[in-house]
């Protein structure tokens, strides 16, 4: 079954039919996601994120975005991380490969099993890229910080890595 969808996977974009990015885009989303803190004594985990965005121009978009991953792998605390926020996202160049960076402002929510419960203001940068498909397809990866502006003591960093599947609306 994995040679199947490997397989499958390279001749996509071996022979998928290439498209361009363009202003007014519509694209929205989802991945799993897994994320760390990094941490020893906390575990990592996996989860899913969503995404959408409005193209402003050919480069520069609104952006949307909201998670959840539970952590449970391997030693230590277990616990639950949430996100939302909104944002600014920029296309570093809009060919068939689309690489961009984003930074959004939202909410940032993290509750171990045995503590009183994180949140607050949250600020999210992420780097990543899409793969055009289709004119209507994307596939592609992100690496995203989140920190916690409100109590960075008590929530300095996390890295979620998410694989992106999703849908555009070209103009």
Request: some cysteine; proline content about 2%; hydrophobic content about 45%.
């Amino acid at each position: 079954m994995l040679k199947l969808i490997t397989a499958t996977i390279f001749w996509t974009f071996l022979f998928g039919s290439p498209a361009f990015g363009e202003a007014w885009d519509i694209k929205g989303g989802a991945g799993v996601v897994y994320g760390s803190t990094f941490r020893s004594y906390e575990k990592d985990g996996v989860g899913f994120q969503t995404y959408f965005d409005l193209g402003l121009t050919e480069t520069l978009s609104l952006t949307a975005s909201g998670g959840f991953s539970s952590h449970f792998v391997g030693s230590g605390q277990a616990y639950i991380l949430a996100n939302a926020g909104a944002g600014v996202l920029y296309n570093i160049d809009v060919l068939v490969i689309v690489p961009f960076v984003s930074l959004r402002l939202g909410w940032l929510y993290q509750n171990f099993e045995t503590e009183v419960a994180t949140h607050g203001l949250g600020i999210s940068v992420a780097v990543g890229f899409d793969y055009l498909v289709t004119e209507y397809f994307t596939v592609g990866f992100a690496a995203e910080y989140h920190g916690m502006l409100t109590d960075f003591n008590a929530f300095p960093a996390y890295l979620a890595c998410t694989t992106r599947i999703g849908f555009r609306l070209p103009d």
